[in-house]
């Protein structure tokens, strides 16, 4: 017998409540439980793992009972207009890093890491309604005359 602590069956390394970059780390199709247990045989879901910092966490879209979520995730990564076309490719999106809000989930296998929300990244599109961009002038100095657009 290899010997073991009861209590680290209790013990999980859970994240606060709150937002997360997390990285698509994998993205695969998979048939979901309902599908199956109806005999279908067609891929109608993605398995999504998601890492943030050292966890790992899964997330699931069954097509088309989760279709808002896929399009959270198509909005998050600023892919909307793929969404809206019936282009999104979620597959194609792995390394892609998106914001998601985590929040406990306690059921009777204990307590984990759940995706509440897929969330865009936090940007600064100022009074334009475009991104700014990255400041080209180091603090203090002066840009040349070919930067100044007035």
């Not at 680290?8 to 998979?30: F, I, S």
């Not at 076309?85 to 307590?111: I, M, N």
């Amino acid at each position: 017998m290899i010997p073991y602590d009861p209590t680290d069956a209790k013990k999980r390394d859970l994240l606060d409540e709150g937002d997360y970059t997390a990285t698509l780390e994998d993205v695969t199709k998979k048939i979901s439980k309902k599908a199956a247990a109806r005999g279908e045989t067609k891929e109608n879901m993605y398995e999504v793992v998601l890492r943030v910092g050292n966890q790992k966490i899964w997330d699931y879209v069954a097509i088309p009972e989760g279709t808002w979520k896929l399009e959270q995730i198509a909005a998050a990564l600023g892919l909307s207009d793929a969404f809206t076309a019936g282009t999104f490719d979620l597959e194609a999106q792995s390394g892609a890093k998106v914001c998601v809000y985590l929040r406990a989930k306690t059921d009777s296998f204990g307590t984990k890491m759940q995706v509440g929300e897929y969330k865009h990244a936090r940007r600064d599109f100022g009074s334009t309604g475009k991104e700014k961009p990255a400041a080209s002038v180091a603090a203090g100095e002066a840009p040349d005359d070919d930067s100044v657009p007035f």
